[in-house]
T-cell receptor, first 117, second 112 residues
Framework: DTAVSQTPKYLVTQMGNDKSIKCEQN?????MYWYKQDSKKFLKIMFS???????INETVPNRFSPKSPDKAHLNLHINSLELGDSAVYFC????????????????FGPGTRLLVL | QKEVEQNSGPLSVPEGAIASLNCTYS??????FFWYRQYSGKSPELIMF????GDKEDGRFTAQLNKASQYVSLLIRDSQPSDSATYLC????????????FGKGTKLTVNP
C-alpha cells in the first residue's frame, strides 16, 4: 500500500486552464504539505496543513488554493495556469506540526508532473 | 531569508570510494537536519537525520553536524553505482512552523 499517493501522476494542460491535484496519506499523520520542484530541482514548500488547518502559506500566487477535507487528504487547485507553473508538485506528510520531536520526518508522495503548454 | 547551501556538483567518485556531501545553513536557530536522496524522476526519500553535534552513523552513511560552524555533511562509504542520485540537505528551525528549507541538492555519480 502506498503511504502517500498523488493523482494524477502526469498533467499536461493549456495555459489559462484550471486544474486540481489530489493527495492522500494512509499513515495516520496530522500534517500534510505541498512542495514545488522546479526544473533546476529546487524543492520549495508552498503550503502545510495540520488537522485541516492551514499552518504554512509561503509566498505563492493566490491562483493556488489548497483544500484539506480531512487530515488524510490535501488537494491543490490551480486557477489560470501559467507556463511558469510547469514543475513537479510533491505532497508530503509528517506525524505532527508540534516541535516536540526534533527528528520529525516528512514522507513524500510520488509527485505530479505538470506541464503547461 | 533562511538559506541552505549545497554544491550542486556533479560530484563524481569511483565505486568503493568515500563520497562527501556538504551543506551549510544560515539560520543559527536551526535544530534538525535531514539528508534526503532523490533518484531521477522519483520523490525524495529520507536517508538520515541528525540533531546533535557530532557524528551519526547508519550503515555506510555518516552524518556530521557542527552547529558552531553551521555545517552538516553526509559521508557515503564504499560508494556504489546505486548511490548515484541527487542528495538534498534540509534544515528545520525550532520555535516556528514545521517548515523544512531544502538546499538545491548535490548530484552524485558513482562510476563503476
Amino acid at each position: 500500500d502506498t503511504a502517500v499517493s498523488q493523482t494524477p501522476k502526469y498533467l499536461v494542460t493549456q495555459m489559462g486552464n484550471d486544474k486540481s491535484i489530489k493527495c492522500e496519506q494512509n499513515l495516520g499523520h496530522d500534517t500534510m504539505y505541498w512542495y514545488k520542484q522546479d526544473s533546476k530541482k529546487f524543492l520549495k514548500i508552498m503550503f502545510s496543513y495540520n488537522n485541516k488547518e492551514l499552518i504554512i502559506n509561503e509566498t505563492v500566487p493566490n491562483r493556488f488554493s489548497p483544500k484539506s477535507p480531512d487530515k488524510a487528504h490535501l488537494n491543490l487547485h490551480i486557477n489560470s495556469l501559467e507556463l511558469g507553473d510547469s514543475a513537479v508538485y510533491f505532497c508530503a506528510s509528517s506525524h505532527s506540526a508540534g516541535l516536540a520531536l526534533a527528528q520529525e520526518t516528512q514522507y513524500f508522495g510520488p509527485g505530479t508532473r505538470l506541464l503547461v503548454l | 531569508q533562511k538559506e541552505v547551501e549545497q554544491n550542486s556538483g556533479p560530484l563524481s567518485v569511483p565505486e568503493g570510494a568515500i563520497a562527501s556531501l556538504n551543506c551549510t545553513y544560515s539560520d543559527r536557530g536551526s535544530q534538525s537536519f535531514f539528508w534526503y536522496r532523490q533518484y531521477s524522476g522519483k520523490s525524495p526519500e529520507l536517508i538520515m537525520f541528525i540533531y546533535s553535534n557530532g557524528d551519526k552513523e547508519d550503515g555506510r552513511f555518516t552524518a556530521q553536524l557542527n552547529k558552531a560552524s553551521q555545517y552538516v555533511s553526509l559521508l557515503i562509504r564504499d560508494s556504489q553505482p546505486s548511490d548515484s542520485a541527487t542528495y538534498l540537505c534540509a534544515v528545520k528551525s525550532e520555535g516556528g512552523s514545521e517548515k523544512l528549507v531544502f538546499g538545491k541538492g548535490t548530484k552524485l555519480t558513482v562510476n563503476p
